[in-house]
């Protein structure tokens, strides 16, 4: 088993790690020949976290090797990583490898510092972490959801994260609802009042002939384009994803009501070569 890698892209990964910190303690990382993967299955949150991102966008001179079809499964605390990569933010090279210390594996994160009187020195970060087996990941499943009822591109992250803020302060719930005529809703009720921002002339996204195969009776066509589809989530878990704001370009959210707020952040423009893509799954409250 083997794996080591550059960092090409230290800021991407860092507001990344910092954004999956806030969700649970440790993350899955699966690494294989062509995408990163970073998974986040919190026991005690209503939120997962299932992200895939090409190789190219954050690593360079990338190597993983297994008997396991070159796949390598590791679970990483994520407050370590988002610390060792926050250390490294001013290093003139960063490398990440996969070593073993006392039968303990770890991920050793390197960095080298150059400067001109002491030449260039080096500073390794060691993360214990655990090696999942083939046969225990394999038990893991992504979450499915129904088609949509609804599905929209978000206003700007960091507004709609601090009028998030301010309602988890006046209750754990919060209501987002939206529309397929561009209208995005965010409300809290107490019982002293109900407070509500409203977003207009957002955009709904069009369908993928190719993803659904009747457009005509997809969920989101049949309903009144006015009419709004509502979602209780939890405050907090709707905050800490809105930390992904960092990095995020765009983010499309899909409405399954009843089931789920599913939240496609991608952390690419359109026009870039490489993509990633992080999928919220927001278990939603039903009265």
Known sequence: MRFKTRISNLYT???????????????????????????????????????????????????????????????????????????????????????????????????????????????????????????????????????????????????LRQVADKYKNMSDRVIISANMSGELQLSVSTPAAKVTTRWKDLENPELDPSQVDDINRHPSQTRNPKDFVHMRLDAKDLVNMLRISTVARRVIACFCEGHALVLYVYITDPEDEHTAVLTYYISTYVD
């Open 13 to 159: 990964l860092t507001r990344l790690v910092q954004a999956l910190d806030r969700i649970g303690k440790f993350c899955w990382l699966r690494l294989m020949p062509e995408t990163v993967n970073f998974i986040i299955i919190p026991d005690f949150r209503m939120t997962q976290v299932w992200a895939v991102l090409e190789v190219e966008t954050i690593f360079e001179e990338y190597v993983v090797q297994s008997n396991a079809e070159n796949v390598i499964n590791l679970e990483i605390p994520v407050d370590n990583l988002y610390k060792a990569l926050r250390s490294a933010a001013n290093a003139s090279d960063s490398t990440i490898r996969l070593s073993k210390k006392n039968n303990q594996p770890l991920l050793s994160l390197s960095t080298t510092w150059s400067g001109r009187a002491f030449g260039s020195n080096i500073v390794t970060h060691n993360i214990p972490i655990r090696v999942l087996s083939h046969s225990y990941v394999s038990a893991i499943k992504e979450p499915t959801a129904p088609e949509p009822d609804c599905h929209i591109f978000f206003p700007n992250l960091n507004i």
